[in-house]
């Protein structure tokens, strides 16, 4: 029975200390500046919405061609506007009303001749439905666009 009672008052003694550190140390930290700075350590720029921070430019225009043909341009530049030749640039099409049902990519994207950091691909989507196009930037800088646009039956 003494081993129950002191077992049962070390154990409430424990309990009530580590209580009182607990609301002493709630009462003296502020939360903001730690919370801030572990935010910017911790997030990797791809948790970043889709251009935001990144270094380079896109402009996207996607065009539907008749039947199921897509053609997608995309001029790529610096955040200084100096246009991005030679670089690896891919596009994805995805539809919107079945995401990752009928997604097509990577599909590479070519660079025009005579147009520095212009690009352009085609490609045939499966169905008649609204897709988003997302073109990417691989190398040199990283960078990423969307677009719509509505392939029709007609």
Known sequence: MTFRRGFLYGTAAGLTAALAIALIAFLVTDPAPAA????QATRPPAAQPA???LPVGIDVKARHR???KVTVTARASTKTYDPLSRASV????DM???PMAHRLGPIPMTEVA???GHYTAETQVPMVGEYDIQVSVQRPLPGEAHTRVE???G
């Open 36 to 39: 801030s700075a572990g935010r």
């Open 51 to 53: 251009g935001a921070g």
């Open 66 to 68: 008749g039947g199921l």
């Open 90 to 93: 891919v596009m994805y099409a």
């Open 96 to 98: 919107v009303a079945m």
């Open 114 to 116: 005579g147009k520095p």
């Open 151 to 153: 392939v029709g039956a």
